[in-house]
């Protein structure tokens, strides 16, 4: 483990810029945090985490997979993939980082998607613990330590100094560069930080939800339950649950014609639109009920069946906070693992 | 001063039945009028659609004009009126949010009108040039 | 620091049940802290007293979800309607969206709502419960040992720090006194933009709107948005974008949205309460406002049922729209 004071943050910061594209929390204007890219004077957030999510980074909000140009009767097809160049999150937190692991076994398996799969490989992830959980929190639920973020690099804040510890090849890589800054010492500090933090979060409200009743192989269970009628008569369907969710990963694929050629792209779209995966023949879910019902079973039952018991959600709470009528995966998963018990 | 001088791109709406023939009237009576001006021709200003305004501008416009009937000589009685009330909110909304006033303009010519169209569009034009490419509400992949 | 309580409304609302004039109620419902509250339909005595909560942060309007939940419940809806609720319901009358027969609105006092960033701002994250006492609300948290007493009044919505009228313009019954409207200075964020140059008031633009994600939650919860295709969501509009792809794409929407709710828009302040992003899209739609009342008068959406809303009305000697331009407020 290496630590260095805090008083040096921005020479550190200024070192790995000099070999990569750094990002870090900001504070913006509004009193939120969201990824910046670091230059000279930029100042790393306190803010517990972000409102967008950093799989901005891997997966973005819109990006262009090939461009066409026709003259006469000849197509022209352009590529336009570009090197990804190597960059650096820094200040990712434990839920955030989880959610990488769950894209990518969306992104990485079988069919590998090149633009994902060459932002990841050159993106390394520097993680830090949460030393002042919000209510909104439930990572636990979810099998993830807050107090011991799994990012190439694990990093641990104090009042005056920070700690790192690498945990992959590329975490090495990026500590090495660092070495000049930084020194050895032992983990006596941060376990008393661990500590802490799983003091805290046993005071959480929601620390003793679980997901027993949920899983792979429950779809008969939950799929015609009363329940998701009552749960889904005032959701709005306006997206913000899956654009601020680190692991909700539907796109959309579309063509933008410039006047002058046209331009393929790909954006994220949101199951709870009613234009969702709308086929030849119509719509396949009608209902608000049945977007709204589809959203949840995925996260709790579709994705751990075919995902060795995974589920998508990492308990970040942005949905609890976003949500403009404050209906959530908590409430959801309360009512129907409720239900299951009885 | 540079050989390509800078020439903006305008659109113009011109209804069909007063703007429409004060510019057809323009070019009997062989006035000048920039050749960069565009018109589109509608059956009234009242057809044009703030999403339209919106749209020339993203597809390269750098100033967009309205032509109509004078108001209280509409062909269709009333249309005008809500072009002008239309106009005035879309403007006022464009100039809030920082474009440039110039590059939009509301003109009432009639189809005998045809020197003031001409003068209208020099005028127009001119402001235009004066102020440059339209940066503030261009859509970058429309650019050729 | 409500005058009216949880009790009462309850009350209220079982008699009406119990005397059969209603056979659901809208109303919020309590969720998982006591700051998150999500609106509900509630069919019974048991589950208003289980779940019914009244509280500083019951913002949400019920107008909307009147167009939906008539068509499912049986008999009447009983909608508790907050001041600036009410004109939202009578805009939605002028244009034909529910039945009136359906809904049996029953008003309430408001003295405003507080928002929970605001709280955190003052108390920061982590709070494990929020208690109301009169004046002011004693939040607890996590990590400090005393409670912290916050006055609502230091941290109210946005839209509530301008309140525009404490009357109710619709009701089948009322509780508590009537109010009266009030002469706000909700135009003052407006008139400071406009003061700016244009170059300015770009800059401030392109800061807000560039951090849109297009959730479009403002748009789903607006209560003038109530097309059934809207044109965001038609792909043969052009303007169907799902993500703004450049600054152009951001601005698209709110313009053209703010557009089609110009002289519709009842000031309610749902879209800037919902935006996750803080957006402050209520400064967009009160520079219509503003607008409307100089150019054509004073004009106040749902004031009445059956008014006629500027765009879709004309005098003979309105304002040319070069004219716009030179009332003196923005900068040459």
Known sequence: MRKCSLDKINLVFAEIAKSSALYLPVDQNDGSAAYKKWEEGTVWSNALNTVRSPKDFFFPQTEDLMKFKTSGKNIEIIDTRSEAEDFVVFGVRACDVKSFDILDRVFLSEHVDSFYGSRREHGVIVSVACTRPSETCFCKTFGIDPSESAGDISAWKTETEIFFKANTQKGEELLNKLSSLTEECDETVVNEQKAKINAVMNKLPLKDLNTEAFGGGKTNEFFNSPLWDELSQTCLGCGTCTFVCPTCQCYDIKDFNTGNGVIRFRCWDSCMYSEFTKMAHGNNRLTQKERFRQRFMHKLVYYPENNDGLFSCVGCGRCISKCPISMNIVKVMKKMGGAVNE | ?144 | MQKITREQLIEKAVSLLADGTVSCVLGWSKGEFDYDVTPALFNNEEELKANFVFNDFCGVNFSKYLISKTNKCDGKILVFLKPCDTYSFNQLLTEHRFDREKVYAVGIPCEGMADIAKVKQICGDGISSIAFDGEKMAVTTLYDDAPVMISTADVLAERCVNCKSKKHVAFDELMGDEGEVIDSNRFDEVEKLEAMTPDERFAFWQNELSRCIRCNACRDVCPACTCEKCVFDNPNSGVENKSPANSFEEKMFHIIRAFHVAGRCTDCGECSRVCPQNIPLHLLNRKFIKDMNEFYGEYQAGAEVGLRAPLVDYTLTDIEPGEVFDRGDSDA
């Not at chain 2, 039945?17 to 589109?40: F, M, Q, T």
Request: contains cysteine; proline residues 3%; positive net charge.
């Open chain 2, 1 to 144: 001063m540079q050989v390509n001088e800078y020439k903006p791109l305008i659109v113009a709406f011109c209804c069909n039945w007063c703007s429409y023939a004060g510019a057809d009237l323009a070019g009997n009576n062989r006035l000048n009028y920039p050749a960069e001006v565009k018109i589109i021709r509608v059956p009234c200003s009242c057809r044009v659609n703030p999403m339209f305004v919106l749209r020339a501008f993203q597809r390269g416009a750098d100033g967009v004009i309205i032509c109509g009937c004078h108001p209280g000589d509409c062909h269709y009685t009333s249309g005008n009126y809500y072009t002008r009330r239309r106009m005035a909110a879309l403007f006022s909304m464009l100039d809030y949010l920082g474009i440039e006033k110039e590059r939009t303009r509301v003109e009432w010519v009639s189809a005998a009108e045809g020197a003031k169209f001409a003068a209208t569009m020099n005028d127009f034009v001119e402001k235009v040039t004066a102020l440059g490419e339209n940066k503030r509400l261009e859509d970058l992949r429309c650019k050729k």
